[in-house]
């Protein structure tokens, strides 16, 4: 579960906010104008965040190299490098 709290009331007490958050693993949200703008969560929190926005990136490009190798199964080697030399010729103006 997380808390809410307006910027100003931070502003007055982060140490208490701060302490709280790190020793029970409580996420802030920071909010301005009652519109949620920022959250303040633990750090070990923030790598989970960090791991799980790489591997959805890593999962997304899996998944799009293999429907390129789907696409391409019917292709030669061959057939690709010529597809690129035509590609780089057209974006050159040759």
């Known amino acids: ?8 009331d931070v502003e007055r007490s982060f140490r208490t906010v701060f302490e709280e958050m790190k020793r029970d693993h409580v996420p802030y949200v920071l909010t301005e104008d ?3 703008e920022a959250v303040l969560v633990p750090y070990d929190e923030f790598l989970k ?4 926005q790489e591997e959805k990136v890593l ?16 292709h030669s080697e061959e057939e ?3 597809d690129i030399a035509a590609a780089r010729d057209e974006l050159s103006g040759r």
Do not use: C, Y
């Open 1 to 8: 579960m997380h808390k809410t709290v307006r910027v100003p």
């Open 34 to 36: 009652s519109r949620p």
């Open 49 to 52: 965040l960090q791991r799980f």
């Open 59 to 74: 999962a997304r490009f899996d998944e799009l190299w293999g429907r390129l190798g789907a696409q391409n199964a019917n």
């Open 80 to 82: 690709i490098a010529e």
